[in-house]
């Protein structure tokens, strides 16, 4: 059986705890939640990869690395996540569960240490980060900022949110720029990671078989240290602008020889809206499934695309079409795309395709119980939006969902942008 528990460890630190026996292995979370800004995504997104590299008892890699073979072949790794308009820095921890140590050998107590000194005492060098270790992640930041744009599919993404959701947060990529990266000194890394520990509202997580009050009693004893704070504000939802009188068109040319286009629609309901489960169950018939609209018509019966599929930012408001064609089928495709949406506003979808979307999104929510990165993942979203709805939850409001209601959230759907990434001779 798993148990849910949230409590709060000290102001502005909570802690999302879940007590399941089914996994052999438990996961630990330090997460920072910060708004998105594009003055300090990129100082942000640094501060856990500087902090990875070494403690002040563990000052190098090596030494982690033995640390964590220590743990039985544990592992930490940085975290930088986007949640709405909310950017989640930290670490998650991967260790074996006590129930399943040699002798029943306590470990938890030891990683949550661990965990913590990566967050609370780095390796320094006069008072400071080691500036060897600054300029090294400086360098990979900017290395995997510039290698977005190799993943054309994702590429075409991003730069549809950018332009669709310019002068919004939720337009900065959760790496932030490759200019503002390029700037950033030692000292205004350790700056930030001051701000970050004083003022961050901080998410931590727990999943495994320990009871709640050994995991908090170790969770406390491992931030013993972090700076009391009476300024740590709860993230805030995102503002939701106005349904656009006509859409938008970007093009861009590269060297593809596939054109991406992608489709921006505001829906106006987010993970925290009552008709949310009716928005996620249209998205699943309009594009969601391999069985969807656009699957099934702009794909297999039409050949306008390579591939088609929509996908919710569940925690923004924003629907997204994203879809590959060749440069000469930009309009027949977009027309196609948009015709299987009317049709969902319409109701031209029979009891078959509902069914089938409402499995689709049934199965996927309860899955989630079943992989603890995926588990962690949703929690870290609903600690970002302020909810407490678990999977199951989630998955019974959808079941309870009416085709009218399914029609109601399709006719939401308003087209805000439309990218196109052709071929420099398209």
């Known amino acids: 059986m798993t148990q849910v528990t949230q409590t709060e460890l000290f102001p502005g630190v909570r802690l999302t705890a879940v007590h399941t026996e089914k996994f052999k292995s438990c996961m630990l979370g330090v997460r920072l939640l910060a708004p998105m800004a594009a003055e300090t995504a990129s100082l942000n997104a640094l501060v856990p990869q500087v902090l990875r590299r070494g403690t002040a008892r563990h000052p190098d890699m090596e030494a982690l690395s033995a640390a964590l073979d220590d743990l039985y072949g544990g592992s930490i790794e940085p975290l930088v996540r986007k949640k709405g308009e909310t950017q989640c820095v930290g670490f998650t921890g991967s260790f074996l569960d006590d129930a399943y140590a040699p002798g029943g050998e306590p470990l938890l107590e030891r990683a949550a240490g661990l965990m913590g000194d990566l967050l609370l005492r780095p390796a320094l060098e006069g008072g400071t980060f080691r500036p060897d270790y600054v300029e090294g992640e400086k360098q990979n930041l ?42 950033i000194t030692g000292a205004a890394l350790w700056t930030q990671y001051q701000a970050l520990l004083r003022d961050a509202w901080i998410e931590l997580y727990y999943c495994g078989s320990a009871p709640l009050e050994r995991v908090k009693s170790a969770l406390s004893a491992a931030l013993d240290g972090l700076p009391v704070s009476d300024s740590r504000i709860r993230p805030a939802r995102p503002a939701e602008p106005a349904a656009p009188s006509a859409s938008r068109l970007a093009e861009e040319a590269l060297d593809v020889t596939q054109g991406k286009l992608a489709l921006g629609f505001r829906t106006g309901s987010a993970a925290w809206d009552g008709d949310y489960p009716a928005m996620a169950l249209f998205n699943a018939v309009y594009g969601g499934t391999t069985t969807s609209k656009l699957f099934m018509n702009v794909r297999e019966r039409l050949s306008l695309c390579y591939y088609a599929s929509s996908g919710l930012m569940k925690y923004k408001g924003i629907l997204m079409v994203s879809s590959g064609v060749e440069f000469d089928k930009f309009q027949a495709a977009r027309d196609e795309i948009l015709a299987q949406l009317r049709a969902c506003q319409e109701g031209n979808f029979d009891d078959q395709e509902l069914e089938g979307a409402r499995r689709s999104v049934v199965s996927t929510l309860m899955t989630t119980l079943d ?31 009416t085709r009218a209601q399914v029609e109601a959230a399709a006719r939401k759907a308003v087209l805000d942008t439309v990218y196109f990434l052709k071929g420099k001779e398209a």
């Open 371 to 401: 992989a603890q990165s995926r588990l962690e993942d949703y929690w870290l979203g609903q600690a970002a939006a302020g909810l407490t709805e678990s999977p199951e939850e989630l998955a019974r409001r959808v079941e309870a969902v």
């Open 142 to 183: 900017l290395s995997a900022i510039r290698a977005q744009i190799n993943d054309k599919r994702q590429y075409a993404q991003t730069r549809l949110l950018e332009e669709m959701c310019a002068g919004e947060p939720f337009g900065i990529d959760r790496l932030g720029s490759e200019e503002r990266a390029g700037a």
